[in-house]
């Protein structure tokens, strides 16, 4: 079944790559990749997993990518007439040299947000070394120790503000490098300080997000510079695929800095583990567990992010709890706790809800990519923003978990507006 599942996700790649017109950041094209990358991982250790894998769960997997292929299709087409017109102008946004002087200045005060970061992190776990301070931090937030190292709510907001200042120099940095040719030392620090900045939380994923967001917004871009099937574009994809190679061999090593000992593994297991496991994870858990699981507070799985704020800022009376997700073990190999973006929803609301937040997820994410497509009004850019920086990111990391109802909630979506509407003030005259 195992086989099955790698080439059924081919194909399916394959019809979402044609439905989108060859678009390589489509979210129909990006959700079926992320779960043939992952099929394919699984498949390479059949020898070491087991051959073992469930009809139900193939069926999850794959009528849920065809589920989304088909809604992002029928979305588009219905868009399709109010998008043409303006499909192949430029955005607003653009940073000219006189604003960046300005954004110097941004620059030194996410900085100093670094540093206080790092001296409250040091504080709260009492820990002097910052790779075992941010290791604690992690543990703490996943419920892997007992107690509870947590910051405070204004920690939070600088790196909100970091990560989102950082995303739009990672924006500006593509478009100086891709439409004038010219390398902006000062675009690419914001560049850096947005991908790596997320690292103080103690997980890797939102430095790989920012790296994702590279790629989306360099190929978004580049589709409206020239036509995207003419051979020189070829060269676009290739360096994303050497980048892809590039940042899995750095996978175990990256997890020192985070201060995890990951020493004792072998690469290609390690590498397995945190690109193909996910999928066996789903198995065990589909053929073993009776669902849905329902307690306390509705969706406590799937909207865990959203009720965690609400009990911390809104005053919501029910206890802080942790996600359910016990580590999996199979022929003596450690498979982690992580079980693909479909875990939670079947976890709290069954096939049924699959169903349905599938349709959701779909919906919302070809309707903000059509919207980033289009330059008619003023928000286009923003949409752009939304869609590269976290849209498109937590749609590729399907495969892993449940990131996009993590991240899609109305906070983050308030203060990611809030911020770069004040930007986009503060260069009001910079940009065009």
């Keep these: 079944m195992i086989y099955y599942l790698f080439f059924t996700t081919l194909i399916l790649t394959a019809v979402a790559y044609f439905a989108n017109h060859k678009d390589w950041i489509s979210p129909s094209f990006l959700f079926s990749l992320s779960f043939l990358f992952a099929s394919f991982f699984l498949m390479l250790n059949i020898n070491n997993w087991g051959n073992s894998f469930d009809l139900k769960t193939y069926l999850v997997i794959c009528l849920g990518i065809l589920e989304f292929i088909i809604v992002c299709y029928l979305i588009d087409f219905l868009s399709k007439k109010t998008t043409q017109k303006n499909l192949n102008k430029f955005g607003k946004i653009f940073l000219l040299d006189k604003g960046y002087l300005k954004l110097l200045g941004i620059e030194i005060l996410q900085l100093f947000f670094i540093l206080i970061i ?11 070394n910052i790779s075992n301070a941010i290791n604690l931090i992690n543990k703490s937030a996943n419920g892997y120790v007992i107690v509870n190292y947590s910051l405070p709510t204004y920690i939070g907001l600088m790196e909100t503000f970091n990560q989102n200042v950082g995303i ?6 593509i478009r100086e490098l891709t439409l004038k040719k010219h390398f902006s030392w000062i675009l690419f620090l914001e560049a850096l300080i947005g991908i790596f900045s997320p690292m103080l939380s103690g997980s890797r994923g939102g430095t790989i997000y920012g790296l994702i967001s590279l790629a989306v917004f360099t190929l978004m871009i580049q589709q409206r510079k020239s036509n995207w099937n003419s051979k020189k574009n070829r060269k676009y994809i290739s360096i994303i695929i050497l980048s892809v190679i590039a940042v899995l061999l750095l996978l175990q090593w990256s997890a020192t800095l985070v201060g995890r000992n990951v020493a004792s593994s072998r690469m290609f297991d390690y590498i397995s583990i945190y690109v193909g496991a996910e999928l066996k994870n789903l ?10 699981i329902v307690g306390d507070i509705f969706g406590q799985q799937t909207f865990y992010k959203i009720i965690l704020f609400l009990i911390k800022h809104v005053g919501l009376r029910i206890p802080i709890y942790n996600l359910d997700l016990p580590f999996q073990f199979i022929n003596g190999y450690n498979l982690g706790n992580v079980y693909t973006t479909f875990y939670p929803w079947l976890y709290d609301f069954g096939y049924k809800g699959v169903a349905i937040l599938i349709f959701v997820m779909a919906a919302v994410s070809q309707w903000i990519y059509k919207a980033a497509k289009r330059n008619s009004n003023n928000f286009a850019p923003f949409y752009k923003l939304f869609y590269g920086g976290t849209i498109a990111p937590c749609i590729a990391f399907s495969f892993f978990s449940n990131k996009f109802y993590e991240a899609f909630d109305i906070i ?5 507006i809030i911020i770069w509407k004040f930007l986009s003030l503060l260069f009001a005259k910079d940009m065009k």
């Design 118 to 128: 790092v001296l409250e992190i040091k504080r709260v776990t009492g820990q002097s």
């Design 168 to 173: 739009l120099g990672e924006y500006l940095f």
């Design 283 to 292: 198995n065990g858990f589909i053929t073993t567990a009776n669902f849905p």
């Design 412 to 416: 983050s979506i308030i203060l990611s």
